[in-house]
């Protein structure tokens, strides 16, 4: 009740001076049912007027408002201190940012000075090295030209031995060409003759290996082919069998009709397609010599070379044999 009152102070005000005109009233004595007379008399009378409940309603609702206004007016107040709240934070975030950023600039800085300082410092180190290797080639250089004058006069001293030597050993090879040019001369003769002698005999002995190997072949030949011929034909009488054991006779077809049939086969037997080639006269035998094809798949074929012959095959269907 307290909470309404302090909810509504303006309506509960009005309700308890309602009351008391009510109590007044009834002190006095009003009669309700006599018509009152206005007595004569020089006070002034203050008019009270009874609220209504619709007038009640409605200061009910201003009061409503005016405590949502109020309701209001703080959350915006408190939104307004998270909003400072929050840009504080930010503001202290943006300062340590900074600071941080500040601090890796100088950690930039330090780094590049040192790393200066380390470059310069190697180049000293580079310019002391390439004195030190300057000075290194110099003396290697002087005792290259010092080597190199040593060898010239040993090189000179040998040359002129050496061309005594050759001229020696020149006189000795002609010499000796001479004579190995005609001992060269007898042995090519010799080696010709018993070249022309042994090619002649290797020709001949070729010529009657080739004879030989042509009769193995072609006997070897025949007898692959014969193999297989018989081969060939096991495989497709095996393959007319199963069609024949998958084939289903059709209602009303009669004795004697035969049709030739085109499968075309992958290795393993699949059957890839099947179509009839030279019709039996009668659509739905020929169909179901189809479906005898198909439903036989994979038929038997053999594997290796010799299913070359089974890729394409063309034979006659006929279940009567």
Same mark, same amino acid.
């Given at each position: 009740m307290f909470q309404i009152v302090r909810r509504?102070?303006?309506?509960?005000?009005?309700?308890?001076?309602?009351?008391?005109?009510?109590?007044?009233?009834?002190?006095?004595?009003?009669?309700?049912?006599?018509?009152?007379?206005q007595p004569k008399s020089g006070v002034e009378v203050i008019q009270a007027r009874v609220v209504d409940r619709e007038e009640l309603k409605?200061?009910?609702?201003e009061e409503e408002r005016l405590a949502e206004q109020k309701r209001q007016a703080e959350l915006e107040t408190k939104r307004k201190a998270q909003e400072q709240e929050r840009q504080a934070e930010l503001e202290t975030k943006r300062?340590?940012?900074?600071?941080?950023?500040?601090?890796?600039?100088?950690q930039r800085e330090a780094e590049r000075v040192k790393k200066k300082q380390a470059e310069e410092k190697a180049k000293e180190a580079a310019k002391e090295k390439a004195a030190k290797e300057k000075a290194r080639k110099e +003396?290697?250089? =002087?005792? /290259?030209?010092? #080597? @190199?004058? !040593? *060898?010239? +006069?040993?090189? =000179?001293? /040998?040359?002129? #031995? @050496?061309? !005594? *030597?050759q001229a020696a050993e020149k006189k000795r090879k002609a010499e000796e060409a001479k004579r190995l040019a005609a001992e060269k001369e007898r042995r090519e003769a010799e080696a010709r003759a018993?070249?022309?002698?042994?090619?002649?005999a290797r020709k001949e002995a070729e010529a009657k290996r080739q004879a030989e190997e042509?009769?193995?072949?072609?006997?070897?030949?025949?007898?692959?082919?014969?193999?297989?011929?018989?081969?060939?034909?096991?495989?497709?009488?095996?393959?007319?069998?199963?069609?024949?054991?998958?084939?289903?006779?059709?209602?009303g077809i009669g004795e004697g009709l035969r049709c030739r049939l085109r499968v075309r086969l992958a290795p393993g037997?699949?059957?890839?397609?099947?179509?009839?080639?030279?019709?039996?006269g009668n659509g739905a035998f020929d169909r179901s010599a189809t479906n005898?094809?198909?439903?036989?798949?994979?038929?038997?074929?053999?594997?290796?070379?010799?299913?070359?012959?089974?890729?394409?095959?063309?034979?006659?269907f006929d279940p009567n044999r």
């Open positions: 509504n102070p303006r309506a509960a005000v009005i309700a308890v001076l309602m009351h008391l005109v009510i109590i007044a009233f009834l002190i006095v004595g009003v009669d309700w049912l006599e018509k009152p007379k409605a200061l009910n609702k300062k340590a940012q900074e600071q941080e950023r500040i601090r890796k600039q100088k +003396a290697e250089a =002087k005792r /290259l030209a010092q #080597e @190199k004058k !040593r *060898k010239a +006069a040993a090189e =000179k001293k /040998l040359k002129e #031995e @050496k061309a !005594r *030597k018993e070249k022309a002698a042994a090619e002649k042509k009769r193995r072949r072609e006997l070897e030949a025949r007898r692959q082919a014969e193999i297989d011929a018989r081969e060939t034909d096991r495989y497709l009488v095996q393959i007319q069998q199963k069609i024949n054991r998958s084939w289903v006779r059709p209602a037997g699949t059957v890839i397609a099947v179509s009839v080639v030279e019709s039996s005898a094809v198909l439903k036989a798949d994979p038929l038997p074929v053999p594997g290796g070379g010799l299913f070359e012959k089974f890729r394409d095959i063309n034979f006659l």
